[in-house]
């Protein structure tokens, strides 16, 4: 929800503060006061037009700010998420600045983003439905959505099916466009694989080659060096006068013999007997490596050629043995593939009439469930409309086929007509602002609780309502307020009686200039504000008896 809006320099707005919380939240103030402004304030947070115009004359700067208690609310979560914006402990604060020059920045915690970010997000947080913004219900691809809320769980596995039969439609007819554009050029592509899989097969790649064959092309290379220094390291341990292995035993021998007479030898005597084993293992190694050495001009020439094969085929096939495996692999999936094309494209083709037909169907059952619903949801509304002074009101929900996707094959379209005689039309080219908001707030009614955005703003939802209809409009908005932050703009007493927090929105001229002031009222301040919303600027005892009568049922959320 909305927590607070600071405004600076716009129209008559220099500088205003409001804090905003849960429940019903209604703005009242003599026409002109800048009530309005402030609600065009919010959507210019939310990504609406920047003008301008809009600076408050003199300035060269104007902002708007908008912090949002999002919490865990999983559409914003994961909106931010997948646009790396970072929740400040459940918080999203939004500024919108604008220039003399026609510029404007904006900014989500701190970090410019584009204006096309701040809209989708805006779209997220609120719902406006002011005179001039019915950001759902003018969009009738929205349409469907409202009616997929309220029919809810029934439509859960349909909608799925759709999504998953239309995935595999979608992945059958890409697999036969791909082997459509490889059999275009056929014999050209069997001849490139064949010598691919020729060359790849001659070699024979073993993984961990490579590094055996450097390593054996190091020995060959180096034969007398190696056998040079095995024979000269067997004679410095073994052979030499003085050798290690001499010297070794010597010391083992005279320790052994003075055991007798200090037990605690035994340690340092294993060691040497240790060692002793180890350097008669090495003599044994070292033998036999000199005698297995031996130079190899031919084998030297065959690894060398070999290494060089792999070589050129790493450069065109991979960084290693096992890319050149894979590589190969690949290649006689390929040739296979195409040499069975004909027969190939006959079973994908196969394929997608099949899933067509399933994809069909599974449309036809989400279209069903859709269809069996309407008619409920349609005279739900109605209802609801009824009740808010539109008793001639005619609400209807058409579903008509359209190219099908993976939301299905139908297009709903809200029809509507608020006068008798008159049949119903397309609702988002025929409402009036009023009646536009009135629809929505019967349909919000419908699916309070279901689901949609946290916040609702309503701008003069109460045009040409009076008596009991704005009495019922009063109570369904506090009823609302029990499912969303309900913001409003009002000049009826019985929405402002039933408001959970009221703001009266002033004009004060100081030194010349007019300047909007925002005041949160008290007890008694509602009392007056509601008495002069009553009887006009000359508030009597009867008027203000009326205002706390209006006050005395008040529920808070």
Same mark, same amino acid.
């Given at each position: 929800m909305?927590?607070?809006?600071?405004?600076?320099?716009?129209?008559?707005?220099?500088?205003?503060?409001?804090?905003?919380?849960?429940?019903?939240?209604?703005?009242?103030?003599?026409?002109?006061?800048?009530?309005?402004?402030?609600?065009?304030a919010i959507g210019l947070a939310l990504g609406n037009r920047a003008d301008s115009d809009l600076l408050r004359t003199?300035?060269?700067r104007g902002q708007v700010s908008l912090i949002a208690e999002v919490g865990s609310v999983g559409s914003i979560v994961a909106f931010c998420t997948e646009n790396g914006l970072d929740l400040e402990d459940g918080r999203l604060t939004i500024q919108r600045e604008l220039s003399a020059e026609g510029r404007s920045v904006c900014r989500i915690n701190g970090r410019t983003q584009p204006v096309s970010v701040l809209r989708a997000l805006g779209a997220l947080l609120v719902d406006m439905h002011?005179?001039?913004?019915?950001?759902?219900?003018?969009?009738?691809?929205?349409?469907?959505?409202?009616?997929?809320l309220w029919i809810g769980a029934p439509l859960v596995a349909p909608k799925q099916a759709v999504t998953d039969t239309w995935q595999h439609l979608a992945e059958r007819r890409n697999a036969l466009r791909v082997l459509q554009q490889s059999v275009q050029h056929r014999a050209q592509r069997l001849d490139f694989l064949a010598f691919q899989i020729q060359e790849l097969t001659a070699l024979a790649p073993v993984v961990g080659e *490579?590094?055996?064959?450097?390593?054996?092309?190091?020995?060959?290379?180096?034969?007398?060096?190696?056998?040079?220094?095995?024979?000269?390291?067997?004679?410095?341990?073994?052979?030499?006068?003085?050798?290690?292995?001499e010297r070794l035993a010597s010391a083992t021998a005279q320790l052994e013999a003075l055991r007798e007479l200090d037990p605690t030898l035994d340690e340092p005597l294993n060691h040497l007997r240790t060692a002793l084993f180890a350097l008669e293992d090495a003599q044994r190694s070292l033998t036999d490596y000199s005698?297995?050495?031996?130079?190899?001009?031919?084998?030297?020439?065959?690894?060398?050629?070999?290494?060089?094969?792999?070589?050129?085929?790493?450069?065109?096939?991979?960084?290693?043995?096992?890319?050149?495996?894979?590589?190969?692999?690949?290649?006689?999936?390929?040739?296979?593939t195409l040499t069975d094309a004909e027969q190939n494209t006959e079973t994908l083709q196969a394929e997608i009439e099949a899933a067509e037909a399933s994809f069909r169907d599974a449309c036809a059952r989400l279209s069903a469930?859709?269809?069996?619903?309407?008619?409920?949801?349609? @005279?739900?509304?109605?209802?609801?409309?009824?009740e808010l002074a539109m008793e001639h009101a005619q609400f209807r929900v058409e579903?008509?086929?359209?190219?099908?996707?993976?939301?299905?094959?139908?297009?709903?379209?809200?029809?509507?007509?608020?006068?008798?005689?008159?049949?119903?039309?397309?609702?988002?080219?025929? @409402?009036?602002?009023?009646?536009?908001?009135? *629809?929505?707030?019967?349909?919000?009614?419908?699916?309070?609780?279901k689901a949609g955005v946290p916040s609702l703003i309503f701008d003069e939802i109460d045009a040409g309502l009076s008596g009991r209809a704005a009495a019922i409009v009063a109570r369904k908005l506090q009823d609302l307020s029990r499912f969303y932050q309900v913001i409003?703009?009002?000049?009826?007493?019985?929405?402002?009686?039933? @408001?959970?927090?009221?703001?009266?929105?002033?004009?004060?001229?100081?030194?010349?200039?007019?300047?909007?002031?925002?005041?949160?009222?008290?007890?008694?301040?509602?009392?007056?504000e509601i008495a002069r919303m009553l009887a006009g600027e000359q508030i009597g005892e009867s008027a203000l008896a009326n205002a706390r009568e209006l006050l005395s049922p008040l529920v808070k959320p």
């Open positions: 909305l927590v607070e809006l600071s405004v600076r320099q716009i129209a008559v707005i220099e500088s205003a503060d409001l804090m905003l919380g849960p429940g019903f939240t209604v703005l009242s103030g003599e026409t002109g006061a800048g009530k309005s402004l402030l609600i065009d003199g300035a060269s002011g005179q001039h913004d019915h950001q759902v219900l003018l969009d009738p691809d929205r349409h469907q959505d409202y009616l997929d *490579v590094a055996a064959l450097e390593t054996q092309i190091s020995r060959l290379k180096n034969v007398e060096r190696l056998s040079a220094a095995a024979f000269e390291a067997r004679e410095g341990l073994f052979d030499s006068e003085g050798a290690a292995h005698e297995g050495i031996e130079s190899h001009p031919e084998l030297l020439d065959e690894a060398l050629t070999r290494l060089d094969d792999y070589r050129r085929l790493l450069k065109k096939y991979g960084p290693d043995e096992a890319a050149l495996l894979a590589h190969l692999a690949e290649a006689e999936h390929e040739l296979a469930v859709r269809r069996e619903f309407a008619g409920q949801f349609e @005279a739900q509304t109605q209802d609801e409309l009824r579903i008509v086929d359209r190219e099908p996707d993976s939301g299905g094959a139908d297009r709903v379209t809200y029809l509507f007509s608020a006068n008798p005689g008159e049949d119903p039309r397309p609702l988002h080219k025929i @409402a009036s602002g009023g009646e536009m908001s009135r *629809v929505m707030l019967s349909l919000k009614v419908v699916l309070a609780g409003t703009i009002s000049h009826l007493p019985q929405l402002a009686g039933r @408001a959970s927090t009221h703001y009266k929105i002033e004009k004060q001229l100081s030194q010349g200039r007019t300047r909007t002031e925002i005041r949160g009222l008290d007890s008694e301040e509602r009392v007056v």
